[in-house]
T-cell receptor, first 111, second 115 residues
Framework: QKEVEQDPGPLSVPEGAIVSLNCTYS??????FMWYRQYSRKGPELLMY????GNKEDGRFTAQVDKSSKYISLFIRDSQPSDSATYLC???????????FGKGTSLLVTP | DTGVSQNPRHKITKRGQNVTFRCDPI?????LYWYRQTLGQGPEFLTY????????KSRLLSDRFSAERPKGSFSTLEIQRTEQGDSAMYLC?????????????FGSGTRLTVV
């Protein structure tokens, strides 16, 4: 079993919908949690970065971390066709180096 | 500085050949990482440099793989005697120590196809 589990989808929603993406993990040492967006044939782009538990909001994006349940979420409000991409969760126990990624969830927002 | 730069963007090679990729990190970043991403999977950590020192290597980094970061600036990843299973996107990332992970920035990757 991988340390980070993420449903690969695909997830298809109409424009304007609220999107909920999530990951579960098994390593209780993880303290740093990130969400990346990756367009086809491009590198991952950092969207949200959270340390420990709690919520963080940035524009249309909200990241939530529940360490007691080992569960993290990313919410996208007022989704746009340009949000269509693969969303990767990543986490680390150490601010120094290796990130542990989920498989990524493929999102399609239809006009 | 426009971010992490990787070259080439795409490399096609015959099985058994050696290949080398280059990564130029964000100039002030002292940490540099290599990852491998196969289709439908998230990136997998390969190795990590702080300045010129290679501090961590994943067990995924077989003896055919070697990475260097001379003078703590750009880095190269070499794969010797390539195999079809090496076909993947090779991603480089960089960050600055003391900034946590908020500045962990990836390049666009080098896509390797072994035929």
């Amino acid at each position: 079993q991988k340390e980070v589990e993420q449903d690969p989808g695909p997830l298809s929603v109409p424009e304007g919908a609220i999107v909920s993406l999530n990951c579960t993990y098994s390593n209780s040492a993880f303290q740093y949690f990130m969400w990346y967006r990756q367009y086809s044939r491009k590198g991952p782009e950092l969207l949200m970065y959270t340390y420990s538990s709690g919520n963080k909001e940035d524009g249309r994006f909200t990241a939530q971390v529940d360490k007691s349940s080992k569960y993290i979420s990313l919410f996208i409000r007022d989704s746009q066709p340009s949000d269509s991409a693969t969303y990767l969760c990543a986490m680390s126990s150490n601010s120094g180096y290796a990130l542990n990624f989920g498989k990524g969830t493929s999102l399609l927002v239809t006009p | 500085d426009t971010g992490v730069s990787q070259n080439p963007r795409h490399k096609i090679t015959k099985r058994g050949q050696n290949v080398t990729f280059r990564c130029d990190p964000i100039s002030e970043h002292n940490r540099l990482y290599w990852y491998r991403q196969t289709l439908g999977q998230g990136p997998e950590f390969l190795t990590y440099f702080q300045n010129e020192a290679q501090l961590e290597k994943s067990r995924l980094l077989s003896d055919r793989f070697s990475a260097e970061r001379p003078k703590g600036s750009f880095s190269t990843l070499e794969i010797q005697r390539t195999e079809q299973g090496d076909s993947a996107m090779y991603l480089c990332a960089s960050s600055l120590s003391g900034q946590g992970l908020g500045g962990y920035t990836f390049g666009s990757g080098t896509r390797l196809t072994v035929v």
